[in-house]
């Protein structure tokens, strides 16, 4: 079984909120993203989304956008994010990696190079932000076949007809944009939210995750009462910008940079 779906299973049985934290591959180095994987790990992560770093992100607001523009900067490419995955699963095989990013990098690599490769080094999942369902049946065929789940956003402007069949071609989590903008922006129409949720779960029996305008404890809180789980991503690469630039990086920074994963954690299971 896919380890999303053993995950996602685990804590329904549980009764526990899934926390789904998003780094940018790369930001500030590959070697840190490592520790910050594990990092999150500890601090009470259940499924990791890796953000591969392309050069028109155009969903993301500027914190993600600069966290891609650090990653650039090394010359990060996806041959050496999925060795970061390697590395990764040398020493955890049980935390689901969700690869998070745009079609380019994937077209280039060659679809079938790319599902054979994410197999290998142990990525469970793959969300392509600008590729429609109408247009990803040999990409979602080559990850079906290995194994790996792929998923789709569904945003507050989605139709109903076409949000239906989001939720039929989708494995793994249901992604639900919680906000009309790019990440980072303010959530505030948490009312919106929930009438939006509550028909998803009409169309599917898949996990639904909210993301976008989550910043801190309380708002992940607000939203995981809302749906199977949250997503953190601008505000953690906000405070992982605050490394960029170091030549020695501490684990005792490494563990402050990650402190917003360990309060939303306490707050989402409080």
Same mark, same amino acid.
């Given at each position: ?19 789904? @934290?998003?780094?940018? &591959? ?21 499924i990791?989304e ?20 650090? =990653? ?23 935390? @689901?990696?969700v ?15 790319? =599902? ?6 142990g ?8 590729? @429609?369902?109408?247009?990803? /049946? ?7 076949? /290995?194994?790996?789940?792929? %998923? $789709?956003?569904? +945003?507050?402007?989605t139709?109903?007809?076409? !949000?239906?069949?989001i !939720? ?6 249901? $992604? ?8 980072? &922006? +303010?959530?505030?129409d948490?009312?919106?939210? !929930?009438?939006? %949720?509550? %028909? ?13 305008? %989550?910043?801190? !404890? ?33 684990n005792?920074?490494?563990? &402050? ?9 306490? =707050?989402?299971?409080?």
């Open positions: 079984m896919n380890r999303i779906r053993k995950v996602t299973l685990k804590a329904k049985e549980e009764g526990r909120k899934l926390l789904i @934290p998003y780094l940018v &591959a790369g930001d500030p180095n590959l070697s840190i993203t490592v520790d910050l994987m594990n990092e999150l790990v500890k601090d009470g992560a259940d990791i890796l953000g591969i770093p392309f050069s028109d992100p155009s969903s993301d607001g500027p914190v993600i956008q600069r966290g891609v523009e650090r =990653a650039l900067a090394r010359g990060t490419t996806l041959e050496e994010i999925l060795q970061v995955v390697s590395r990764f699963r040398c020493g955890n095989s049980v935390t @689901p990696i690869l998070m990013g745009y079609l380019n990098p994937i077209e280039i690599m060659g679809y079938e190079l790319f =599902a054979q490769l994410s197999s290998e080094v990525v469970d999942g793959v969300l392509v932000v600008d590729m @429609p369902p109408a247009e990803s /049946a040999n990409l979602k065929h080559l990850l079906q076949e /290995a194994s790996i789940e792929m %998923i $789709y956003l569904v +945003a507050p402007t139709s109903h007809v076409r !949000a239906n069949t !939720a039929r071609y989708s494995s793994g989590y249901l $992604y639900y944009v919680s906000l009309k903008g790019v990440t980072g &922006a +303010a959530l505030t948490l009312e919106s939210v !929930a009438s939006s %949720i509550k %028909i998803l779960r009409e169309l599917t029996d898949l996990p639904i995750v909210i993301g976008f305008g %989550i910043k801190d !404890a309380d708002s992940a809180r607000e939203m995981s009462e809302l749906a199977e789980g949250v997503v953190i991503g601008s505000s953690l690469v906000e405070e992982i910008a605050k490394l960029a630039g170091k030549e020695q990086i501490s005792t920074e490494i563990t &402050a940079t990650t402190e917003l994963i360990r309060e939303s954690r306490k =707050a989402i299971d409080n």
